[in-house]
């Protein structure tokens, strides 16, 4: 638990953001520190002290920081060690002694990059850059600064802008100047805070402009802050911009009280480039009226101007920056030779791969050739089954249409009997007619003979009428025996349904005499002629009828096929107009068809009717028909009350 909140901290303050400092939250990573069950949650609680304390107190932060960096050296926590020395090269860099501070951060991005950490290098580039914005060396600082905006997350970006910013504005390239520090008040905005030294910047591109008034307010409003936000670092930083700025406008009074503020507040925290700033002010500002104590400014300016900038700290920071130059030089000399060695071995790899290839080209060459004549072999197999296939699926969709033709057979033959019953008896009582008229003519009257005449000939007209009446039967069931055009020809829907619909009665009742159902129709006359391929709706009406006919009882058997219902059997057909759709239906009382099996009746083969009764092929005909008709056909099914088949075909 202490870890991971020790954690949680360092990712808050991972980007240098400085937060307020508080005894509560001093007081509460003290107790973490105390209460730190392992190495590595210790060190990571000095790494927060040393990063909070920083604000105001480097001794403290440096003390927290050495003792981190000891532990974590000693057990090689090398993410704890890229930290530690990120922040203690910040304090030292507050503090000004600058060749310490530059020796930390360059020790920092040894370590991760000798770590792969360099995710962790964030305030070490902070510290570093800022370090060369005190040596007045802009461009190196802008280098480490941009390197730092590339390892940072959201707080760490706010400081990276700020420094970038300050950076520019020593290079009085003021337009980028703005442009960085405006990104870093977005930046902290993003994270709920107010970065006072943001606005000592804006206020010195103020300067710069010529902008006096606008730079004052940008001081005051920094001051404000930092004071809020109990910062001294920051609030000796603005006493000294806006007692400078006093000084300039030929206000000295207000800029010794400035001054003095900022010299005794930057002597608390020991911060030794403000307090050169203040004491320098002071000097000028008393030289007018008080030698002696401008003087004694002076003696304390000229003491830490060599503290911060004395002959043996340039030489410090001379041989540190010229070892970490030589250092960068030599990691580069090391990537170039790798990168060649690289390239040597990758050429030779490349050369072996070549030839693992080039092998294993001829190889397969060898056995594509084979698989090909073994492909080619197999190929005239397929086509061959495949031909097989299809013969057999159109000998399949023959026998559906034999076996719709087979249940009309029965009805055909039934329905042709009564005409032929009629021209056989007419015929014969004509014979039996004109045999009278022949033995009688001489012994008829006129009008008996006439009368006779009237007869045979009354009979002829009704041979006649139930000739076509045959004629019309037989050309039916040719027409329906026939594959078809596929032609859509205006055709009655009312009397199509009608016609199968007898036609399948009389079909079963021929096949089995005890059958009987109950047959009631409802037939839209506003429908008329529409046009469809009058054999393949003929088709599908009769399948439907067919299959109602099947599921309903058949007496005196009882009941429904397998079930104990006993109420009269009947199919209902009907047809109704809906716009420009017509609606056939067929509805039966039988026993329904079961939910399981219900999404499966369209697919082709699926049959529930035993074997040899049917091929499978009747309903997904009748699918494929309605569809290429533009149509639907759909099922509605209850077990217990009976199924309806609904047909839709469009119509123009």
């Not at 920094?222 to 700025?245: C, D, G, H, V």
């Not at 920056?321 to 060649?340: G, L, M, P």
């Not at 239906?585 to 049959?607: C, S």
Request: hydrophobic share 40%; net charge neutral; glycine share 6%.
């Amino acid at each position: 638990m202490i870890r991971k909140s020790i954690f949680i901290f360092l990712f808050l303050f991972a980007g240098g953001l400085a937060y307020t400092q508080t005894r509560q939250v001093v007081d509460s990573l003290k107790q973490q520190l105390a209460d730190a069950k392992d190495d590595t949650s210790r060190i990571n609680a000095q790494i927060a002290l040393c990063l909070l304390y920083r604000l105001g107190n480097t001794d403290s932060s440096l003390m927290y920081g050495q003792q981190a960096l000891e532990s974590a050296s000693k057990i090689k926590y090398f993410r704890g060690q890229v930290t530690v020395l990120g922040f203690m090269c910040i304090a030292m860099e507050q503090r000004g002694n600058l060749p310490k501070s530059l020796e930390l951060g360059f020790t920092a991005l040894r370590i991760a990059e000798e770590n792969n950490l360099k995710a962790l290098t964030g305030p070490a580039l902070d510290g570093i850059g800022e370090a060369y914005i005190i040596l007045k060396d802009y461009p190196k600082a802008i280098s480490y600064l941009r390197r730092y905006l590339l390892h940072q997350n959201a707080q760490g970006l706010a400081y990276a802008y700020f420094d970038l910013g300050v950076a520019f504005s020593g290079l009085n390239q003021l337009d980028s100047a703005n442009f960085y520090e405006q990104k870093a008040i977005e930046a902290f905005k993003k994270i709920n805070y107010e970065e006072p030294l943001v606005y000592q910047a804006i206020g010195d591109i103020k300067i710069k402009s010529g902008d006096l008034s606008n730079a004052l307010d940008y001081y005051q409003m920094s001051l404000s802050i930092a004071l809020k936000n109990n910062e001294p670092r920051a609030s000796t930083y603005a006493y000294n911009k806006i007692a400078a700025l006093y000084k300039t406008t030929g206000e000295p009074d207000s800029a010794i009280r400035y001054a003095q503020k900022g010299f005794e507040e930057s002597r608390l925290i020991n911060q030794k480039k403000t307090i050169l700033e203040a004491a320098v002010l002071l000097s000028e500002l008393y030289e007018p009226k008080d030698t002696k104590v401008s003087l004694d400014y002076l003696k304390i300016a000229t003491s830490y101007k060599d503290s911060l900038f004395g002959a043996g700290n340039i030489e410090a920071v001379q041989t540190l920056v010229t070892q970490e130059e030589k250092r960068q030089s030599e990691i580069a000399a090391d990537k170039i030779a790798f990168r060649n060695q690289l390239k040597q071995y990758g050429l030779i790899g490349v050369l072996v791969i070549l030839l693992i290839v080039a092998f294993f080209l001829y190889r397969n060459n060898r056995k594509e050739k084979a698989a090909k004549r073994l492909l080619q072999n197999k190929n005239e197999v397929i086509e061959q089954t495949l031909d097989h296939l299809k013969l057999t699926q159109a000998q399949l969709v023959q026998s559906e249409k034999m076996a719709s033709l087979g249940e009309l057979t029965a009805g055909i033959a039934h329905e042709i009997q009564n005409p032929l019953n009629f021209v056989n008896n007419f015929s014969e009582v004509n014979n039996e007619l004109i045999d009278e008229v022949k033995d009688q003519r001489e012994k008829l009257k006129k009008e008996e003979l006439d009368a006779l005449l009237d007869d045979i000939f009354c009979n002829n007209e009704k041979i006649i009428t139930h000739g076509k009446r045959a004629d019309a039967i037989v050309k039916g069931m040719l027409q329906h025996s026939r594959s078809g055009s596929g032609q859509k020809e205006p055709t009655d829907i009312n009397a199509l349904c009608d016609e199968y619909l007898r036609l399948a009665y009389h079909g079963l009742r021929a096949k089995d005499k005890t059958f009987n159902v109950k047959i009631e129709t409802s037939f839209d006359d506003s429908i008329g002629k529409i046009n469809v391929v009058t054999q393949d709706i003929g088709r599908v009406v009769l399948n439907l009828i067919t299959n109602a006919f099947y599921a309903v009882p058949l007496p005196p058997k009882g009941g429904f096929r397998g079930s104990d219902y006993s109420h009269e059997p009947t199919v209902w057909v009907s047809t109704k107009k809906e716009g420009n759709k017509i609606l056939i239906k067929v509805r039966d009382n039988g026993p329904g068809i079961p939910a399981n099996i219900l999404e499966k009746i369209f697919q082709p083969f699926f049959t529930t009717k035993p074997a040899g009764e049917g091929t499978g092929l009747g309903l997904s005909l009748s699918y494929d028909i309605i569809k290429a008709h533009g149509g639907e056909i759909k099922v509605e099914s209850k077990e217990g009350e009976g199924t309806t088949f609904i047909i839709t075909i469009p119509f123009t």
